[in-house]
């Protein structure tokens, strides 16, 4: 029986993924092959030799040590799109909150409440000019990042009355076919910001986008538009955003990230990391990233992992041996000739590579030997080689 450890409270759904007959979950102790996690910060944990894989139940995978997981072969997955309807709901919240001024106007009604004061009915309509705002149809919207949020943004603006412009240097087939024909992509980052009277960032913080909003991200802007960060705080320069606000060139900041020096400033508006929060976002989650290692775990097949390939085939009757390895040359050549020596017959085989590292799924209808099983670890680039049996 393989051990799961969870090292944040996940929903109960995952039961039904993983069963509790079939697997021993724990909240403690340093013994387990598989790992969920949702916020918990992994990058000094020191993991079990026989760890398999960590799941994320969420897109960001900031607070798993990935390259350390890589070089010890352990498969990270992530559940891109599982919150996402829970994301694009508070980003059109928070668009309305920009350009409506509600957010005042509430606090205006408290404060009346707070003072104990008669005739808040009769004062409001005297006080409510201070907090006119505008509509959001008609305005044009800029969405960076077009992965599973970042069209559902894009196609809920449309049908709200927007004209929506996208930019995402690696669309991928599948988001380009859920995008709505409505929506106009722009060749080029700067068009899409000159254009822009609220801006939306949906993609990851990497090395690369790290600080992307800038001064001279900024500057291209339009000027007086709304920008809203509902991705990654890391993604802007705070001491950037903070000189657009205070000379007008941004008009509103809305963000699901807040830190002590962005919330200082009136033109703020700040949630605290709210927008996966949601029962339905949270079950979607924990039932993806249970469903993907038990599919891991049971058939070896990868799907959503963020260091290593997808690959996938059904399996058959027989054995399958999973090998996780470095993209080197001759890599296929060494394992075939390992299996050739053992005379062992390929019913099938499967091998996709990403980036430095590279997957392989062979089945055989005979059992290797644990002197064959050692013979291809023991291949230099190989990292971990598993034998996935018929008695699962």
Not at 181 to 198: G, H, I, P, W, Y
């Amino acid at each position: 029986m393989l051990t799961v450890k969870k090292f944040n409270q996940i929903s109960d759904i995952i039961y039904t993924q993983m069963p509790k007959e079939r697997y021993r979950f724990i909240e403690e102790g340093d013994d387990y092959d598989v790992a969920l996690v949702r916020s918990a910060e992994l990058g000094e944990t020191p993991f079990p030799k026989q760890l398999l894989a960590i799941a994320r139940a969420g897109a960001g995978v900031n607070n798993i040590p990935v390259d350390r997981c890589s070089e010890e072969g352990v498969v990270v997955f992530n559940t891109p799109g599982a919150n996402a309807n829970a994301v694009k709901e508070l980003v059109l919240c928070g668009m309305m909150l920009a350009c409506r001024r509600i957010v005042p106007g509430i606090q205006w009604v408290q404060r009346q409440h707070d003072k104990g004061a008669a005739g808040v009915d009769k004062r409001m309509e005297k006080a409510k000019k201070d907090f006119v705002g505008g509509e959001i149809a008609g305005k044009t919207l800029g969405v960076i990042g077009l992965g599973a949020i970042g069209v559902m943004v894009a196609n809920a603006a449309v049908t709200l009355g927007m004209e929506v412009i996208g930019y995402d240097p690696f669309l991928s087939v599948d988001a380009a076919l859920r995008l709505s024909r409505s929506v106009n992509l722009a060749k080029t980052q700067e068009e899409l910001l000159s254009k822009s009277d609220f801006l939306t960032l949906h993609l990851p913080q990497t090395a690369k986008t790290r600080g992307m909003i800038n001064k001279e991200t900024l500057a291209a802007m339009k000027p007086g538009a709304v920008m809203l960060n509902f991705a990654r705080g890391g993604l802007i320069d705070d001491d950037a955003v903070l000189e657009a606000l205070q000379s007008g060139h941004l008009s509103r900041y809305v963000t699901d990230f807040p830190d002590d020096r962005i919330i200082a400033d009136p033109n703020v508006i700040a949630m605290p990391h709210l927008g996966a929060s949601t029962p339905e976002a949270e079950e979607n989650c924990a039932r993806m990233a249970a469903a993907q290692l038990e599919e891991y775990l049971v058939n070896g097949n990868i799907k959503n992992s963020v260091n290593f390939p997808d690959c996938e085939y059904p399996r058959g009757e027989g054995w399958r041996i999973a090998i996780i390895n470095r993209n080197i040359t001759n890599m296929v050549g060494q394992i075939t000739a390992v299996l050739a020596q053992n005379r062992l017959n390929i019913e099938h085989m499967l091998n996709h590579s990403r980036n430095a590292w590279a997957y392989t799924l062979i089945d055989l209808l005979e059992k290797p030997s644990q002197e064959c099983l050692d013979a291809l670890a023991g291949i230099d680039g190989v990292v971990r080689v598993r034998l996935i049996g018929e008695e699962q």
